[in-house]
C-alpha cells in the first residue's frame, strides 16, 4: 500500500474557492454548491475558451474577493482552478460517489437538480458472508438437485455424473474468476452482470448479452415454477390433478396439462406479489435459504442413517422389470386368505377374470417370477459397484435390474402402465443441458454489489467459496445417491416404484416430507426471486437507451419499480410454462446462461491481452488463459447439450447485436471492444506497411477536397454523393477541407466544419473520414492534406477535386490558381485525379438511370483509371443499368480497324463489358474560330497582367496620393495569393520627391493608351494555337458522339511545365467539355491500377 504524508500549511487567510466548482459548463462538479453571486466571474472570449473577467485587480477590495477564490498556495494555478478541481475537492466527490445503492442511477447519469432535497443514502453495511456468500448458494442449490440429481445419478452412473458435475463446476469456476477480475476493476453499480458486460465489450455485446441473461432469468423463473408444480401435482396433492389419463399411454400429456394450468395461476400470484411488494420477497429469502440448507442436511443425516439402518421402501420386481408400487398392494401373485390361495391384484392385473387354473394372463407375467428387493439398501451394501456406469434409456423403455433373472416374453400392451418406463430418451448430452442451470447463480454477488461494505473484496471471496461449496455437495450427493439407492430407483425420475415418493425423499432423514416441503417452498423462493430480478435487468438495458423499442421498458411506478417490464418477464415466462417440461426448459436456459458467461470470460480475457491502462483489479488471481478456457467450455457445453438451442440462441444475440450496430449506438464506455478494434486496426495498418497494394488488390482510395460557404456549409454535397456512388462502401474515404486563418483563433470554427462535413457524409451515406485543416492559405493547406492525411499504409491513392467555377468572371485569379497547384501537386505525388465538372447536375443517391450510357473517352492511356472508375460506378444501384462505352482517337497513320479488333480483344481480357468506337480525327487546317479563341485568350490575360500590380508598387502609389493630398483612393485590384495576410499597418514608405521623379510619374500615366494599344495588335503564340486546335477538334467530337450520355469520362490534360500559361490552361479546359452535361476529368497516378491477370 503506497503511504501519504499530509503536512498541514498554516495560511492566515484561508480562501473558499470551492464556489468556485459550481460553474456549469464544467460536466464533474456538484451543481449544488454554486454561489449566485459569483456565476459571472467567468467569461468566454468567443471560442470556447473560458477565462476570468480581471484576473488582475487593483483594489484592496477587489483583492479581498479575489482571494475568497483561489487559496494562496495554489496561485500559480488559479487561472485552472475553473475547470482542474483541488484534489481534496475531487477525492471528497469520490469518496460520496461510492455509496451508491443497489437501483441507483449510473454514474454516466447526471443528477437531477432535486438531488440535494432527498435523504441521505443508507451507506451499505452488508458483509461477505450476508451479502454474497448466501445469496449465492440460494440462488446456485435450485429444483434440478432434488427433482432431478438422483435421475442423471442413475442414467449416467457414477463416473459419467461426476464428469458432468466437473464440467459445470468447472465452467462456473472459471467464469467467477473472471468475473472477480471485472468486478474488482472499478465500482460496479446497478446492473450486475449486464453492467460488467457491457461496460467491458460495448453497448452491442452488452445489448446482445444483457438480453440473453434477461431471457436466461426469465426462463429460470419458468422452471422454478414448473418444478414446484410438478412437487405439488406428483408429492404433495396428487388428487388436485384436472386432467386424468384415459389410457396408460395418454399418462404424459394429462401431466402437461395439469402443469399448464397450475403453473399459469402460480405464475400469476407471483407476478401479483413481486408487483405489490418487493420488500416481502426479499424478507422471505431468508426463510427460502434456511428451507434449502435443512433439506440438504437431510440427505446427508439420511445418507448416514442409512449405514446401519436404511429406510423400507421395498421395490416390486417382476422378472428384471420394476413395477408401478401404487397400483396393487401386496407384491405377489397370489395371497394366502385363510388356508386358500386366492389371486392377487397383482394377478388381477395381468390376468382376465376367470379361473386360476386357466388363467387368460400375460406371457411375460407368466413365465417370470415376482420378487421384492430393498429400494434404499444403504451406504454400506455395495450397491456402488452396480449405479458406476450409465444405462442411458429410449423413451417408452421399461426399466430393468441387469442382475435379475428373466425370461424373454412379448407382453400384452395393455400392461405396459403396470411398468415403471422412461418417459424421454436420454443421453449424455441432454442431461449436461439439463443439469447446468443447477450451478448457475453465481451472479447475485455481483448484482448487489452496490449493498456490500467492500465490494471489491466481498464479491471475490464470496462468489467463489459459493461455488465451491455447492460444487462439493453437487459431488458427495452424487457419490451419496449411487452408493445409498437401488440403481432402478434412480433411474426412476417420478418415484412410481416406491409409491409415488420422491426419490431423494426415500434417502433423508427424518422423513421423506422434509425434503418435499423444504424442496417445494425453496423452489417458489427461487422463482420469487427470478421473477424479481428480470425485470430490473430488463429495466438496467432499457434505462441505457441502446435498444429504442425497449425504451418503454424503462419507465415504471413512482417508486421505480419496473410495471412494464414485468409484464413483459410474465408474457415471457408463460412461454416457457406452456413447454410445460422441467427437462425442456432446462436447456433452454442453459444456453442464455452459457452465452452470458462466455463473454463474461471474454471480456476478462480481452482486457487483460490488451492490457489497457485502466484495467487494474484488485483480485490479483486470474490469467487470460483461464478465461479463454473458461470461454472454451462455456462454448463446447452449448453445444454439447442442445447444439440446435445454441444455434438459436447464437443467432439471437447476433440479430441484437447488429440491430444494436445498426441503430447506432452511440454510447462511449471505454469497453475494450475499442480497444480490440485500436489493436488489429495497428497489426493490419503494420501489415500494410510492407508495400504498395498489388494492381489486383488496387481501387481509389479517395481524399475528397470540399468547400465551405461563409456560413461552414458544404457548397457542393453532391461531391459526396458521387464518392458513395464510386466506393459503395468500400475501401478508403477521407473528407477534407481547409479554413484560412489562425489555428489558435479558428480552432471552434475547425470544430464546426467536421461536425457539419460528418453530418452531410452521415446523409450522402459516406463511410469515412473527415480532416479539416486551418492554414494561412488555402493552397497551403490542401498541400498539407495532400501530404498528411492517411496512416501507414492506408493512405489515400485518389484525390478528388471540385471545379473552379467563375474563374473567368473573377479578376482574383486564387481560385485557379489554387486548382493548377492542387494538380501539379497530385502529379508530384503520384496520385490520381478526378474532377467532376457540373457535379451539380450529378445524380443523387434515390436517383436511378433506367437507360443510357457511360462514355470513356480513352486519348492517352493512364494506367487503365478509365476503365475501372466506370466499372466500380456500375457496381452502385444508381448507375447499374447504365452501358458502357470506350471512345479512342485514331490519327491518319492509324490502323482503326485494328485498333478496334485489339481493344476489344483487351477489354475481354479484362473482364469489361463496354461497346468499342474508334474515331478517326483527320488533319485539317486551323479554323478562324480556333484563331478567335485563342487570341481573344491571350489578350484577356495581358490585360489581366497589366493591371495586377506588385506588393511594392501598391504601397509606392498609396504613399503618392497621400503625399499629395489627393482624394482619390486606389484600391488594390489584386491580391495574389502568395502574399502573407499581414495584420499589422505596413511600415511608411519613405519617398523624396523631385522633379525627375514627377516627370517619370507623368511619362508612366502617358502610356496607357499605348499600352492598349499593344494589346490589340497583339498575335496570338502558335503553340497555344495547336493546342487550342487540339481541344476544339475533340470537344467536336466528343459532343457529336456523347451529348446525350449520361456520364462522359475523359483524359484530363497535365497543366503546363511554365506556370506563366496557366491561365491559357485552364481556358482549354472550358473549351475541351463544353456543351458536356456531366464530365468527370480523370488523371491517373503514374501506376497501372487494372491487369489482365487473375
Known amino acids: 500500500m503506497p503511504h501519504f504524508t499530509v503536512v498541514p500549511v498554516k495560511d492566515q487567510a484561508q480562501s473558499s474557492y470551492d464556489s468556485l466548482e459550481g460553474i456549469n459548463w464544467v460536466d464533474y462538479r456538484d451543481t449544488g454548491q454554486d454561489c449566485p453571486e459569483y456565476q459571472d466571474t467567468v467569461s468566454s472570449d468567443g471560442h470556447g475558451n473560458h477565462k476570468e473577467d480581471s484576473p488582475f485587480l487593483s483594489t484592496s477590495e477587489a483583492a479581498g474577493k479575489k482571494n475568497d477564490f483561489y487559496d494562496r498556495n495554489l496561485a500559480l494555478f488559479e ?56 445469496p449465492c448458494l440460494q440462488n446456485i442449490f435450485g429444483v434440478i438437485l432434488f427433482l432431478r440429481l438422483t435421475w442423471i445419478v442413475g442414467m449416467a452412473g457414477i463416473m459419467q455424473s461426476l464428469l458432468i458435475v466437473l464440467m459445470c463446476c468447472s465452467c462456473t469456476m472459471l467464469t467467477a474468476i473472471s468475473m472477480s477480475a471485472i468486478a474488482t476493476n472499478g465500482v460496479v453499480p446497478a446492473g450486475g452482470s449486464y453492467f460488467m458486460i457491457s461496460r467491458s465489450l460495448g453497448p452491442e455485446f452488452g445489448g446482445a448479452v444483457g438480453l440473453c441473461f434477461y431471457l436466461g432469468t426469465t426462463f429460470a423463473s419458468a422452471m422454478y415454477i414448473l418444478g414446484a408444480i410438478e412437487i405439488f401435482l406428483k408429492y404433495l396433492v396428487p388428487q388436485a390433478a384436472i386432467f386424468h389419463a384415459t389410457d396408460p399411454l395418454g399418462s404424459d400429456s394429462a401431466l402437461l396439462n395439469n402443469m399448464r394450468v397450475y403453473g399459469t395461476i402460480c405464475l400469476s400470484l407471483m407476478a401479483v406479489v413481486v408487483f405489490v411488494g ?27 442413517k442409512s449405514m446401519t439402518h436404511p429406510p423400507e421402501f421395498p421395490i416390486c420386481m417382476l422378472g428384471n422389470r420394476t413395477l408401478v408400487r401404487d397400483q396393487f398392494d401386496v407384491c405377489s401373485k397370489t395371497v394366502l386368505v385363510g388356508n386358500v390361495t386366492m389371486p392377487s391384484q397383482l394377478w388381477d392385473r395381468f390376468c382376465v377374470q376367470g379361473n386360476m387354473s386357466s388363467p387368460q394372463c400375460d406371457d411375460y407375467f407368466i413365465q417370470n417370477n415376482v420378487t421384492e428387493i430393498q429400494g434404499i439398501p444403504g451406504l454400506g451394501s455395495g450397491i456402488v459397484r452396480e449405479n458406476m456406469w450409465s444405462n442411458y434409456l429410449q423413451k417408452g423403455e421399461i426399466l430393468e435390474k441387469p442382475g435379475l433373472q428373466s425370461v424373454d416374453a412379448h407382453g400384452a400392451m395393455e400392461s405396459f402402465g403396470m411398468y415403471v418406463s422412461a418417459d424421454i430418451a436420454t443421453s449424455f448430452t441432454l442431461l449436461v443441458g439439463i443439469f447446468f442451470p443447477s450451478a448457475t447463480g453465481i451472479m447475485a454477488g455481483s448484482n448487489r454489489s452496490g449493498d456490500l461494505r467492500d465490494a471489491q473484496k466481498s464479491i471475490p471471496v464470496g462468489t467463489i ?108 415466462a408463460e412461454l416457457g410454462i406452456l413447454i410445460a417440461s422441467l427437462d425442456m426448459v432446462a436447456p433452454i436456459l442453459s444456453m442464455f446462461f452459457l452465452m452470458c458467461y462466455l463473454f463474461v470470460n471474454l471480456a476478462c480475457a480481452v482486457q487483460t491481452l490488451l492490457r489497457t491502462p485502466n484495467w487494474r483489479p484488485r483480485f490479483t488471481y486470474y490469467h487470460w488463459a483461464l478465461s479463454f478456457l ?16 445454441a444455434i438459436v440462441a447464437m443467432g439471437i444475440a447476433g440479430m441484437i447485436y447488429k440491430y444494436i450496430e445498426y441503430q447506432g449506438a452511440e454510447k462511449e464506455w471505454g469497453d475494450g471492444i475499442r480497444g480490440l478494434s485500436l489493436s488489429a486496426a495497428r497489426y493490419a495498418l503494420l501489415r500494410l506497411e510492407a508495400g504498395p497494394p498489388h494492381t489486383k488488390n488496387w481501387r481509389p482510395q479517395l481524399l475528397v477536397l470540399l468547400k465551405l460557404d461563409e456560413d461552414l456549409h458544404v457548397k457542393y454535397p453532391r461531391m459526396l454523393t458521387f464518392a458513395s456512388q464510386l466506393k459503395a462502401g468500400k475501401g478508403l474515404t477521407i473528407v477534407g477541407s481547409v479554413i484560412q486563418g489562425n489555428f489558435l483563433d479558428s480552432y471552434g470554427e475547425l470544430q464546426a466544419s467536421e461536425q457539419t462535413i460528418k453530418n452531410m457524409m452521415e446523409i450522402e451515406r459516406v463511410k469515412g473520414f473527415c480532416q479539416v485543416v486551418v492554414a494561412s492559405k488555402v493552397r497551403e493547406g490542401v498541400f498539407h492534406l495532400i501530404q498528411s492525411c492517411g496512416l501507414g499504409g492506408m493512405k489515400h491513392n485518389t484525390v478528388v477535386m471540385g471545379w473552379p467555377y467563375g474563374w473567368r468572371q473573377s479578376e482574383d485569379p486564387r481560385a485557379w490558381k489554387t486548382f493548377i497547384n492542387t494538380v501539379r501537386c497530385t502529379t508530384a505525388a503520384h496520385l490520381a485525379l478526378m474532377v467532376p465538372k457540373n457535379v451539380s447536375f450529378y445524380p443523387g443517391n434515390h436517383e436511378r438511370f433506367t437507360d443510357g450510357n457511360i462514355d470513356v473517352w480513352w486519348i492517352v492511356h493512364d494506367g487503365g483509371m478509365l476503365m475501372l472508375l466506370p466499372f466500380l460506378l456500375k457496381q452502385h444501384k444508381v448507375w447499374r443499368k447504365c452501358k458502357m462505352r470506350i471512345f479512342t482517337v485514331a490519327q491518319m497513320d492509324d490502323n482503326s480497324i485494328q485498333m478496334k479488333k485489339d481493344l476489344a480483344t483487351f477489354l475481354y481480357q479484362l473482364r469489361i463489358e463496354a461497346e468499342v468506337e474508334v474515331v478517326e480525327m483527320h488533319d485539317s487546317d486551323i479554323s478562324a474560330y480556333t484563331y478567335e479563341r485563342t487570341l481573344m485568350m491571350e489578350q484577356r490575360s495581358q490585360m489581366l497582367r497589366h493591371m495586377r500590380l506588385s506588393s511594392t508598387e501598391r504601397q509606392r502609389e498609396a504613399q503618392l496620393v ?15 495569393e502568395e502574399e502573407e495576410v499581414v495584420e499589422t499597418p505596413p511600415a511608411k514608405v519613405q519617398m523624396t520627391w523631385t522633379k525627375e521623379k514627377c516627370e517619370a510619374e507623368k511619362r508612366k500615366k502617358s502610356n496607357a493608351p499605348e499600352n492598349f494599344r499593344e494589346l490589340m495588335s497583339l498575335k496570338p503564340d502558335q503553340s497555344n494555337v495547336r493546342r487550342m486546335h487540339t481541344a476544339v477538334k475533340l470537344n467536336e467530337v466528343i459532343v ?55
Open 465 to 572: 467459496l459459493a461455488i465451491t461449496t455447492t460444487s462439493l455437495v453437487y459431488i458427495t450427493s452424487v457419490v451419496l445417491f449411487g452408493s445409498c439407492i437401488e440403481g432402478v430407483v434412480l433411474r426412476d425420475k417420478f418415484g412410481d416404484a416406491v409409491r409415488k415418493y420422491l426419490v431423494v425423499g426415500t434417502l433423508s432423514w427424518p422423513s421423506p416430507w422434509v425434503i418435499v416441503i423444504g424442496s417445494f417452498f425453496s423452489t417458489i423462493g427461487a422463482g420469487l426471486q427470478s421473477l424479481t430480478g428480470a425485470p430490473r435487468l430488463l429495466q438496467a438495458i432499457a434505462k441505457d437507451n441502446i435498444i429504442p423499442f425497449l425504451r418503454v421498458f424503462g419507465h415504471g411506478k413512482i417508486n421505480g419499480e419496473p410495471t412494464w417490464a414485468l409484464l413483459l418477464t410474465g408474457l415471457i
Open 79 to 134: 487561472e485552472e482552478l475553473d475547470i482542474r478541481p483541488k484534489v481534496s475537492s475531487l477525492l471528497s466527490r469520490l469518496v460520496s460517489y461510492t455509496n451508491i445503492t443497489q437501483g441507483a442511477k449510473e454514474h454516466e447519469e447526471e443528477e437531477s437538480a432535486h438531488a440535494s432535497r432527498r435523504k441521505a443514502p443508507k451507506s451499505p453495511n452488508m458483509g461477505t458472508l450476508m451479502g454474497v456468500y448466501l
Open 630 to 645: 473458461g470461454m472454451s467450455m462455456c462454448l463446447a457445453l452449448m453445444f454439447i447439450s442442445s447444439w440446435y438451442y
Open 1040 to 1094: 457529336n458522339r456523347s451529348h446525350d450520355a449520361r456520364l462522359v469520362l475523359l483524359n484530363m490534360p497535365g497543366p503546363p511545365r511554365n506556370a506563366e500559361g496557366d491561365e491559357n490552361y485552364m481556358e482549354f479546359l472550358e473549351v475541351l467539355t463544353e456543351g458536356l452535361e456531366r464530365v468527370l476529368l480523370v488523371r491517373g497516378g503514374g501506376r497501372e491500377v487494372i491487369t489482365i491477370y487473375s
Open 962 to 976: 497621400k503625399d499629395r493630398h489627393s482624394l482619390v483612393r486606389m484600391g488594390s485590384l489584386y491580391s495574389d
Open 278 to 304: 418487493v420488500k416481502y420477497v426479499n424478507k422471505l429469502a431468508s426463510l427460502f435459504l434456511a428451507c434449502v440448507i435443512i433439506s440438504i442436511v437431510s440427505i446427508y443425516a439420511g445418507a448416514i
